[in-house]
Each structure stands twice: as C-alpha cells, then as structure tokens.
C-alpha cells in the first residue's frame, strides 16, 4: 500500500505562482512513477504530468511550459510547480502513484487539493 498526502493548494491570482507537494508513504519501493491529475468542476478528471524514477517527465499540452514537475527522493516528495496559471486552471489537484505489485499495476491517489486561480 501506497499513502500520498497532498498540501499547497490555495488562491492564486492569474500570472502567480503555487507549489503542490505530494509525500508517499507506505510501499514506496514499488513506485515507478508519481504524477498529478487534476478535476475541474462539472469536468472529468484528467492528466496534468507525471514523472518517472528514472527522472523524466512528461506534460499536457495545456500546461506545457507554465508546470514543472519535479522531486525529491530524500523527502519522498513530488512537486508541481505552476507558474503563470489561468482561469481554467481552477480544479482540484490529485496526486497519483502508479506501483509495480508483481504483474500488476496499481493506482493510489491523494485526498485531492483544491487551487483557485481568480483575481
């Protein structure tokens, strides 16, 4: 079993700058990616980026270059920096670890945080 604990999230003015953490606990062994979704209201949830033991990572296209998703080993901890956020931004953020269980591929998710970006 994997934990995740999510904090940063909050009110943010368009063009600023917030910081999600994520911290795993548990199983952490058996991660081999970490990644943040995100559900907006009235939306499906959908992905945001994800990255990977091995470093690297990847972005949706509508937050390519605005996001940067990175972490800490030591701390167990992924980030998600969003830079420049707009309107549409505004969803709750859900943190997600995807572990290898011998053939099987398991899914843990975060309690969710909310980000408001408004003026």
């Known amino acids: 079993q994997v934990q995740l604990v999510e904090s940063g999230g909050g009110l943010v003015q368009p063009g600023g700058s917030l910081t999600l953490s994520c911290t795993a606990s548990?199983?952490?062994?058996?991660?081999?990616?970490m990644g943040w979704y995100r559900q907006a209201p009235g939306k499906q949830r959908e992905w945001v980026a994800t990255?990977?033991?091995?470093?690297?990572?990847n972005y949706a296209d509508s937050v390519k270059g605005r996001f940067t998703i990175s972490r800490d080993n030591a701390k167990n901890t992924v980030y998600l920096q969003m830079n420049s956020p707009k309107l549409e931004d505004t969803a709750v953020f859900y943190c997600?670890?995807?572990?290898?269980?011998?053939?099987?591929?398991?899914?843990?998710w975060g309690q969710g945080t909310q980000v408001t970006v408004s003026s």
């Open positions: 990255i990977t033991t091995g470093g690297s990572t």
């Open positions: 997600n670890a995807k572990a290898q269980a011998g053939a099987t591929t398991m899914d843990y």
């Open positions: 548990g199983s952490i062994f058996s991660i081999y990616a």
